[in-house]
C-alpha cells in the first residue's frame, strides 16, 4: 500500500514539473516574441557621410517619435560589415539595408534567436526598383563597358557587401566579359560618394555606384558632369529594403508598417521624410523579393 502511495506521489510530481516546465518554455517564447523597448535603435545605411545621414534625416525621426510614441535612435555604423554584425547580435531594432547587405544578414542569422523580416521599400515612380551605374572619368576612350576589354583600368567599388557599388556593377561588367583581375583591379572606398569623386579626380578610370546617389550628387554639384560619363546601367533591382526584428511585439511590427506606408508625396510630413530617400513613398516587399541578389552573389563571388 505504501509503495502505491509512494508511486502515486512520485508520479503527481512528475506531472506537475511538466506542466510547470511547459508553462516556462511557452511563457520564455511569449515574452521573445513581444520584445517592445522604449527606445527603437534604427540604422541607416552607410553609403555616404555619417553626419549628412543623420542631419538629413532628423524628420524622419521626429516623424516615428510621433506615430509610434517612442524615442527614436539613428544609428550609422562605420561599414556595411559592423551593421550586419549590429543586427545579428540585436544592437539594432529595424534597419535600412543594402539588399545584397540584407541578405548576407540573413545568411549569417538562419538559425539564431534573432532573424530580419524586410517589410518595406523604397517607391519611385511606382516602383521599388532600381539600377547600378558603372561610371568612367571622361578622358578614358571607352564609351560603354564592352570597350574597357584588356585595359587594365583601375576599377572603384563602395563596400564589399554593397549590392549597387559593388555586386550589381561587377556582375554587368561581367556580363560584358570584362573580368576582375584580368581587365581590371578593383579598390574598394567604402562609401558611393567616394567612388563617384575618385572617378572624377582620376584615382580610378573607372567606379560602379547607385544610379539615384550618383544622379544626386550631379544634383547637388559634387560631381562635374564634364568630368565623368556613364559606361552603363545593370539590370533592375529590388530596392534597399527596410527590415525589422521578428520578435518585435506584433502591435509594433504593424504599427511601423502603417508609420512607413502613410507617408505620401505632397504632404509636408512625407515630403520632409521623403526627400533623403528621393522617394515618392514606401511600398510592401518580402523576402522572396531578393532571390535576384542572391543570385547575382552567387555569380560574382559563390557567396
Not at 92 to 115: E, H, L, Q, R, W
Not at 155 to 169: E, L, N
Request: hydrophobic letters at 40%.
Amino acid at each position: 500500500m505504501r509503495l502505491k502511495i509512494i508511486f502515486s506521489k512520485i508520479i503527481s510530481t512528475a506531472i506537475k514539473l511538466f506542466f510547470l516546465s511547459t508553462i516556462g518554455v511557452i511563457s520564455a517564447s511569449a515574452i521573445a516574441n513581444e520584445y517592445n523597448p522604449a527606445t527603437l535603435k534604427i540604422a541607416l545605411l552607410p553609403d555616404e557621410n555619417a553626419a549628412t545621414i543623420i542631419q538629413d534625416n532628423a524628420p524622419f525621426a521626429a516623424f516615428l517619435e510621433k506615430s509610434l510614441n517612442k524615442k527614436i535612435k539613428l544609428i550609422v555604423t562605420t561599414d556595411y560589415s559592423s551593421m550586419i554584425e549590429a543586427a545579428r547580435f540585436g544592437r539594432i531594432d529595424i534597419a535600412y539595408f543594402g539588399p545584397a547587405s540584407y541578405t548576407i544578414a540573413k545568411d549569417k542569422m538562419k538559425g539564431g534567436k534573432i532573424d530580419l523580416e524586410p517589410f518595406a521599400a523604397r517607391l519611385k515612380g511606382g516602383s521599388t526598383k532600381y539600377q547600378s551605374v558603372v561610371i568612367a572619368n571622361a578622358k578614358v576612350k571607352a564609351n560603354k563597358i564592352s570597350e574597357l576589354k584588356g585595359e587594365k583600368f583601375q576599377v572603384a567599388f563602395g563596400d564589399q557587401a554593397s549590392t549597387s557599388s559593388h555586386f550589381a556593377p561587377k556582375y554587368t561588367m561581367m556580363k560584358a566579359e570584362i573580368m576582375p583581375g584580368t581587365d581590371y583591379k578593383e579598390n574598394f572606398l567604402g562609401a558611393h560618394d567616394a567612388v563617384a569623386l575618385n572617378v572624377q579626380r582620376g584615382n580610378a578610370q573607372v567606379g560602379g555606384l547607385s544610379r539615384p546617389i550618383f544622379e544626386r550628387l550631379l544634383k547637388r554639384k559634387t560631381i562635374d558632369p564634364t568630368k565623368v560619363k556613364v559606361l552603363g546601367y545593370s539590370d533592375p533591382l529590388p530596392q534597399y529594403p527596410w527590415a525589422m526584428r521578428t520578435d518585435l511585439a506584433s502591435s509594433l511590427k504593424e504599427a511601423i508598417r502603417k508609420s512607413f506606408f502613410s507617408l505620401k508625396k505632397g504632404t509636408k510630413e512625407g515630403d520632409a521624410v521623403l526627400k533623403p530617400f528621393k522617394a515618392d513613398g514606401f511600398g510592401k516587399v518580402t523576402d522572396t523579393d531578393y532571390d535576384i541578389i542572391r543570385d547575382i552573389r552567387k555569380n560574382v563571388s559563390g557567396g
